[in-house]
């Protein structure tokens, strides 16, 4: 029984002494913490902008832009540099940046810096024409009177009908006035009628001798 007891305690001592020793993970690499300034920028066309893209990181670094004409569409790029769009990494004392000359309203969209394959939030950019103030005068007088036409033309098409059809009662009215009653008594006096009998009024209605020798 006691040499059972040893021989346990010395397998537990070897297994204790073949345990390896657990070493702490390996830090993992940790994406860049990249911000663009401004969020967003509204200017008139014929201007120049900068966009910053501020990185934590130590360069050397990979800086890209891209750019998108909508917030959820697929970017476009890398953006290569020309006349209208100069780019510049990151360096000791100034993050990275992309500047724009002369921008037109083509230009409005989103850009988008990544670093090392980490792509930053985005810059929304809007381009704005040129106004013309007297020519925006001229515009709203003309759409004031082209107003104030179509008013006066649905006032006529709604007056019209109803004019029309009071002058059509009116006619009608007329043509089925009732004409005046004819008396074949009309003209007589009075006295002569006086004491008469109805049916002696007849010889009252008949021409005289002195008119017929008259009218002959």
């Not at 230009?107 to 704005?128: E, H, K």
């Not at 013309?132 to 036409?149: E, F, M, P, T, Y």
């Not at 019209?160 to 004409?179: D, H, N, S, V």
Request: aromatic letters at 8%; one cysteine or more; proline letters at 7%.
């Amino acid at each position: 029984m006691l040499w059972l007891l040893v021989g346990l305690c010395g397998l537990a001592l070897v297994n204790l002494s073949v345990v390896p020793t657990l070493s702490p993970p390996a830090a993992l690499p940790q994406a860049p913490r990249i911000s663009q300034k401004p969020r967003f920028y509204g200017v008139k066309a014929s201007r120049s902008l900068v966009i910053y893209c501020v990185c934590q990181l130590e360069p050397p670094l990979q800086v890209d832009w891209f750019r998108a004409t909508e917030w959820n569409q697929k970017a476009e790029g890398p953006l290569k540099p020309d006349d209208k769009a100069v780019m510049q990494g990151k360096t000791e004392r100034k993050p990275a940046f992309l500047l724009l000359k002369n921008v037109s309203p083509s230009d409005s969209g989103f850009y988008y810096c990544q670093v090392n394959g980490t792509r930053g939030a985005g810059t929304g950019l809007q381009v704005m024409r040129h106004i013309n103030v007297h020519k925006v005068q001229q515009r709203s007088k003309v759409k004031d009177a082209l107003i104030i036409l179509q008013t006066l033309m649905l006032a006529i098409c709604v007056v019209a009908p109803l004019l029309r059809r009071y002058t059509l009662a009116k006619k009608e009215e007329a043509i089925y006035e009732e004409p005046p009653k004819e008396h074949i008594y009309e003209g007589l006096m009075v006295e002569m009628c006086e004491g008469a009998l109805y049916e002696d009024l007849s010889t009252y209605a008949k021409p005289s001798e002195a008119q017929a020798l008259w009218s002959s």
